[in-house]
């Protein structure tokens, strides 16, 4: 698969992954991958951990769920991202950014342009929507052959100081890549964001991985292989609709918006996949 292919093709999984480990080979080559990243002065800081073991994937999980239920039952998750939902193709068209969600239980459909207000967030919660699916993402979690968690070394990256920017730059690039090369070896990898939601299930997450002081936990991944078929989530979303250049470069000064450029052909034109979404599980959206 070409570079520029890959990239187009770049993808959230929000669905299962099938149940086969990833190979070592694969894991060998996702963090040479990672390796390859810019960063400021080669300081390299960042720092992986890969997980394997059913235990701590099923623990993690745990705290994945039961954090998704409790942002999504005590509203807090809706009322913080509730910018970027949108709910019909025409909105989607206009805006070209956040998710669209196309897809809802049967008894929250007649209400969809309601369903992230306080009417709607009290009849999710009596339809025990956040618990449904805080146990759907807690088997999703728990059924992925491989957790990822990222680092930074605290040496390097430091809230106070510019190379803080550097740092969160540079892991950035790093996961860019493995994001690309999952595209590549026929995987899939979504981030694991309910427990950020909650400082202390985020404690906890970095307790479970033994997180040592001198290393700050930035993120969590899952990862494995994709099945031919994906089944959706019981709430999901599409977001592969992308900014038209119009939208976000300028030319000259950052007052004179690009023209001609919002219906250029592409290089290489690509058919979209319906089956795997350009999403932000919550958040992971780039």
């Known amino acids: 698969m070409e ?38 002065l080669n300081s390299q800081p960042w720092r992986f951990v890969l997980v394997e073991e059913r235990p701590t994937i099923e623990r993690i999980a745990a705290i994945s769920g039961s954090s998704m239920t409790r942002t999504m039952a005590e509203g807090t998750f809706f009322e913080r991202y509730k910018p970027y939902f949108r709910f019909s ?11 669209l969600f ?18 709607g967030q009290k009849l999710m919660n009596t339809l025990r929507v956040p618990q449904t699916l805080g146990e759907e993402n807690r088997k999703l979690v728990a059924g992925s052959p491989l957790l990822m968690g990222v680092m930074l070394d605290r040496h390097e990256y430091r809230h106070e ?16 890549n493995i994001w690309l090369a999952t595209t590549q070896l026929g995987m899939g990898i979504q981030f694991v964001s309910f427990p950020m939601e909650i400082p202390s299930a985020w404690a906890e997450v970095e307790d479970v991985l033994g997180v040592p002081d001198d290393l700050e936990l930035m993120a969590v991944y899952r990862l494995g292989y994709l099945p031919p078929e994906r089944r959706r989530p019981a709430i999901d979303w599409v977001s592969n609709e992308r900014k038209r250049p119009s939208q976000y470069v300028f030319r000259g000064t950052c007052r004179t918006p690009q023209t001609g450029w919002d219906d250029a052909p592409l290089v290489t034109p690509i058919e979209d996949d319906p089956a795997a979404d ?6 992971d959206a780039s």
């Open 3 to 40: 570079l520029i292919e890959a990239i187009r093709r770049r993808r959230t999984t929000n669905g299962a992954f099938l149940p086969d480990p990833v190979s070592e080979e694969h894991q060998r080559l996702l963090i040479e991958l990672a390796g390859r990243a810019p960063s400021q």
């Open 89 to 99: 193709k025409a909105e989607m068209e206009t805006r070209r950014d956040g998710m």
């Open 102 to 119: 196309d897809k809802l239980p049967a008894p929250l459909r007649p209400f969809t342009k309601q369903v992230f207000t306080p009417r």
């Open 161 to 176: 100081e510019t190379n803080a920017f550097y740092s969160v730059f540079s892991m950035g690039a790093a996961m860019e």
């Open 278 to 283: 350009a999403t932000t599980s919550g958040r």
